[in-house]
T-cell receptor, first 116, second 115 residues
Framework: GAGVSQSPSNKVTEKGKDVELRCDPISGHTALYWYRQSLGQGLEFLIYFQGNSAPDKSGLPSDRFSAERTGGSVSTLTIQRTQQEDSAVYLC??????????????FGPGTRLTVL | QQQVKQSPQSLIVQKGGIPIINCAYENTAFDYFPWYQQFPGKGPALLIAIRPDVSEKKEGRFTISFNKSAKQFSLHIMDSQPGDSATYFCAATVIYGGATNKLIFGTGTLLAVQP
């Protein structure tokens, strides 16, 4: 597609349930990032993929959060046993390359997660 | 040291005015400084970016001024229009020698341009 796409656009879940958020990056982009945007914390980095590997997971807030990327393309962010503090907009971004690249990151529209 | 401080939190200008948003950083390893524009319900969109080897960059009505010694950079919007009303985020990252290029964002500035 022309840009980064994310699904679903909105997700409402009950506390304790697991959720999966999907990101389709721009075709050919090898780098993929997940960020979280919340009122109290602003925009925070969660995890970085280069190809299918995740050399930087330092932003994941707890072991309830995990992510994978397959085929160097689609990525899924999974949150297990969701808590109310997980409510936020989860943003995915992709970039043409990793270290040494231009650094331009292009964002998707985000998934708004609400945990009741 | 990873923080990027952004001010003001909010800004109101009249149409045609020149809003200025300021950011400051501590990490001297940062070598790429983008600005993003975000409309409600949308993801951030890359607006303009600068590397520390230049002091100013212009793209259309948007200008970044960069002061390496002061570790500060700012966004100026010339001839602002109501359609520029959005939230603006500065960011910083390490490109050369960096492992991940993860963006460190400022806290955002909500800009309102009144007609």
């Amino acid at each position: 597609g022309a840009g980064v796409s994310q699904s679903p656009s909105n997700k409402v879940t009950e506390k304790g349930k697991d959720v999966e958020l999907r990101c389709d990056p721009i075709s050919g982009h090898t780098a993929l990032y997940w960020y979280r945007q919340s009122l109290g914390q602003g925009l925070e980095f969660l995890i970085y993929f280069q190809g299918n590997s995740a050399p930087d997971k330092s932003g994941l807030p707890s072991d309830r959060f995990s992510a994978e990327r397959t085929g160097g393309s689609v990525s899924t962010l999974t949150i297990q046993r969701t808590q109310q503090e997980d409510s936020a907009v989860y943003l995915c971004a992709s970039s043409p390359g990793g270290s040494g690249g231009l650094g331009e990151q292009f964002f998707g529209p985000g998934t708004r997660l609400t945990v009741l | 040291q990873q923080q990027v401080k952004q001010s003001p939190q909010s800004l109101i200008v009249q149409k045609g005015g020149i809003p200025i948003i300021n950011c400051a950083y501590e990490n001297t390893a940062f070598d790429y400084f983008p600005w993003y524009q975000q409309f409600p319900g949308k993801g951030p969109a890359l607006l303009i970016a600068i590397r520390p080897d230049v002091s100013e960059k212009k793209e259309g009505r948007f200008t970044i001024s960069f002061n390496k010694s002061a570790k500060q950079f700012s966004l100026h919007i010339m001839d602002s229009q109501p359609g520029d009303s959005a939230t603006y985020f500065c960011a910083a990252t390490v490109i050369y020698g960096g492992a991940t290029n993860k963006l460190i964002f400022g806290t955002g500035t909500l800009l309102a341009v009144q007609p």
